[in-house]
């Protein structure tokens, strides 16, 4: 597939939470970084709710810290919070801002969580991580802080939700898989940077094995792949606004670690 892909390629992770990028998203990013790709991780909300024990102000510090942490391990820039958990809201003021991030950084590929998840602030953050894509071009769209409008073509990749259902327990279909084998062991080692939300998560939802829970995350994705051993899904978000109908950088740049499920593509009507 020729898509005419810039030069330069700059990829942008963006979620939620500190440590909803590493859940879900990581192995991707790392391999875009070793195809060559300028990589930006960027998490909306500073996690100010994770914890029952510290106040809001010490574990958005330290909780900070550990995304840092976790950057430097990928080798990636890393954008401050703009809002506290609970607050990623789909409103006016937030999406001015989300729009001047993508203007500053300026993106050829968008890593966004999925628009079905089962909390709120994953789902209002992939919309306004759309939102503030398609804004990136408009002038007389006024950001937050004020950036100039930028022009190059952007392709958008959902994730696949947390624990691959959307909030109706329904199971969701990946449409395109990456092959994150040869990049497992440093992923695990992105979200341990996240020490603070081990015995949190264990106490609030039950899940008592963090680390081996991304894990079994990527082997769920690898098998439904049929051909990876360990996979990240994603789903292409709808050109219109954003790019020509073929840009699709991430199956370009990754070659034969990303492949695309041809049956997912018959039901969507595109072949």
């Known amino acids: 597939m020729n898509s005419s892909i810039p030069e330069n390629i700059v990829a942008l992770a963006a979620a939620a939470h500190p440590d909803d ?21 960027w998490n909306l909300s500073n996690g100010h709710c994770g914890s029952n024990i510290l106040p809001a102000e010490e574990i958005s510090s330290i909780r900070w810290e550990e995304a840092q942490n976790s950057a430097r391990l990928a080798g990636a820039t890393i ?6 958990d609970i607050d990623i809201l789909y409103e006016r003021e937030l999406i001015a801002r989300v729009s001047a991030v993508i203007r500053s950084i300026k ?4 890593l966004v ?31 937050d802080p004020p950036v100039e409008p930028i022009n190059n073509p952007v392709a958008i990749y959902h994730a ?33 940077c996240h020490r603070s939300q081990k015995e949190w998560l264990d106490e609030t939802q039950g899940i008592d094995s963090y680390l081996t829970l991304m894990e079994s995350f990527s082997c769920d994705l690898g ?14 978000h709808a050109h219109w606004g954003f790019a020509s109908e073929t840009f699709d950088p991430l199956t370009d740049m990754l070659s034969e670690s990303c492949w695309t499920d041809p049956e997912y593509e018959q039901l969507l009507g595109t072949l």
């Not at 098998?223 to 990876?228: H, Y």
Request: glycine share 8%.
């Open 223 to 236: 098998i439904m792949s049929g051909r990876f051993q360990y996979a990240e899904g994603w789903r292409r």
């Open 79 to 84: 954008h401050p919070s703009i809002t506290r």
């Open 21 to 41: 990028i590493e859940f879900m998203m990581a192995g991707t990013l790392l391999m875009l970084r070793n195809a060559g790709a300028d990589i930006h991780m």
């Open 160 to 192: 696949m939700p947390h624990g691959l259902h959307d909030s109706l327990r329904k199971r969701v279909r990946s449409g395109q898989y990456v092959d994150i084998t040869p990049v497992l062991a440093k992923k695990r080692d992105m979200l341990a």
């Open 107 to 110: 993106p050829s590929i968008m």
């Open 113 to 143: 969580p999925s628009p079905q998840d089962y909390m709120e602030d994953h789902q209002n953050a992939s919309r306004l991580l759309v939102t503030g894509a398609f804004t990136r071009g408009i002038k007389n769209y006024s950001t």
